[in-house]
């Protein structure tokens, strides 16, 4: 992994306020997001995310950084 | 052998250990009866009658905002000054002395506060026993006497645990006579000298005007007076609250992150600007009081302009202490150290995401002091989100986090669960961020804040995005994580509790610093010079408007008579200082 699994699931939670204040960002170029368009980009966010999480950063399986945290 | 602080400091550990419980009692009461607010004001599940709200809300603000954070920071501060002194307090006895005193005082406030949900309340005194007040206590709303009075001994009990605090370090520097104050204690010490100094001003708003109202002795008062006075205190109790956090943060947060807290000196300055700035402010809280000339409003502006930069100080130094942690743990790279830290240590993770929401919580705050942009958010749902950030999470997760090493260092036993303890730190995280976007978003487009029913009849509120049914949801799905998170804290709290003892508990120790005291000049301990500037600046800030008040509107109310200001001093001098203000 190319992260722990303690720093995945802060990121994880991070997602929760950018999707949150991105839907009403985008509102001011006009826009409008519904909950489920919301949801959704949220989930295709996490997706996206763990794949890159578990991912490995060399080909070889290579974990970096993450052993330690 | 085993060095935690149960082992160093056991009749100490004791009375903090039941200081702690005596929070977690609070805020498991407290968080669901906010719980209980959130699904009745959005109307998603109403089980309580709407005037009941009222005794709800005053609970849960009296409980969270002054019982639960008061409770842990008098357990904390403890901790701090016994640890870096490294001798106990001077005596056990009266340590528990003020601890019985407090909790005597938050018993007698707390049963009044619920006797309101009694369909005919006992009369005591003459009067019904209710105080459906809130936590802003001031006039034209009335409590039953025991509130004040609870109120009053729970305040005095805080103050002799500061004497606690200052005889156990007198005590010290005989025996040190040439030592600088260790840091944790500086802290401890900056923070009771505002203490003493906000609270002198509810404690006379109570003393002198309250509770002799509510007792029937005088007739009436003066609300603005009363108002006035309560913010005087109101806002420098934020950073009482605050500054248990900002301890953690400064003398733990490095420690867990893996190094040592950058800048000792920096530290110092923040807290003597605190000790300086905390209380000459509290007019920014009444923007909208028309009975306050601009001229004062604008200088409480602009002092709590000057409050950023403590505050700004201490974002960089704990962020600095942080990355040097993350670096000599292998971080690299401008960003890359961030996945260094410890994230899967529910101690950093909370206190680290409890300073992340801080930001944001300082972020709005600024709209708040702004005097023009206040004027918008005053009295709608904004203000409510934004405390809900500072005290309800830099200072509540901050809180959570920590007790996750202090039960352990007090009873001697590990953490129950860690991961469940990470869990419910995200989940403080997430809950908080669902609720207070919502509050902030509705505060913009004028939902009012302190009402059981908000949405009025025949008027429709216009959300920039989406609906108020949205804001709603967000609000009530917020409220249920945060009550899930509460839950699993309070479970890891007691089976810790109850768990068995462990030799593997980490020694009780704080973090080393990079520059340490030795860099500080050390004027910076001279804690007299502070607190005389300190009141000087208060009573620059407070002598005009107190005086252009009881001018106006007597002591005790425009129609009564014998206790004007103007038999002291000529209403001319009033009137041309004002002028010079305005």
Known sequence: MRISKGALLVVVAF????????????SWFGIK?????????????????????????DGNGGTGAAGSS | MRNAYLDQFPDEARVIKAAFWSSFIALAIGGVLGLVQALHRTDVFRFIQSPDYYTVLTAHGVLLVIVFTIFFLVGTFTWAVTTSLDRGVVDTRFTW???????????????????????????ILGSELNADVLFTFYAPLEAHPFFYIGLVVFVVGSWL?????????????????DERIPLPTFMVLTTTLFWYICTLGVSLSIL????????????????LLTRTMFWYFGHAVVYFWLMPAYLMWYTMLPKFSGGKLFSDPLARVVFVLFLLLSTPLGIHHQYLDPGIAEGYKFIAMTNTMFLLLPSLLTAFTVVASMEH?????????YLGWLKALPWRDPIFTGMALAGLMFAAAGFSGMINAGMNINYLVHNTWWVVGHFHLTVGTAVALTFMAASYWFIPQLTGKEL?????????????????????????RSGLFGLPRRTAEPQYQGFDFEPAVGTVGEINMQVALGAVILTLSLALFLLNMVMTSIGSNSESIPDNTYADTLSGAEDSPRILDNLKLWTAIAVVLVIIAYTLPLASIIDAGGLFGPDIEGFRLSTWVDPAVIESLSEVIR
């Not at chain 1, 997001?33 to 763990?50: F, K, P």
């Not at chain 2, 645990?161 to 006579?177: H, I, M, Q, S, Y």
């Not at chain 2, 942690?325 to 790279?333: H, L, M, V």
């Open chain 1, 15 to 26: 997602l929760v306020p950018f999707v949150v204040e991105f839907r009403t960002a985008l």
């Open chain 1, 33 to 57: 997001l519904s909950i489920l368009e919301s949801l959704a980009l949220g989930g295709v966010l996490v997706i996206g995310l763990l794949l890159w999480a578990v991912w490995p950063e």
């Open chain 2, 97 to 123: 002395a003020w601890y019985i005193m407090m909790v005597i005082g938050a018993a007698l406030a707390g049963i009044t506060i619920f006797s309101g949900f009694l369909e005919s309340a006992p009369s």
């Open chain 2, 161 to 177: 645990a500061g004497v606690d605090w200052f005889r156990t370090w007198l005590a010290w520097r005989r025996e040190n006579p």
């Open chain 2, 208 to 223: 002198v005007f309250l509770l002799p109202w509510s007792l029937g002795i005088t007739e009436s008062v003066n609300p």
């Open chain 2, 325 to 333: 942690g993350a670096r000599q743990r292998g971080g690299e790279g």
């Open chain 2, 416 to 440: 129950w669960n860690r991961s469940v303890a990470l869990g419910q730190v995200v989940l403080w995280f997430i809950g908080m961020t669902f609720m207070t976007n919502a509050m902030h």
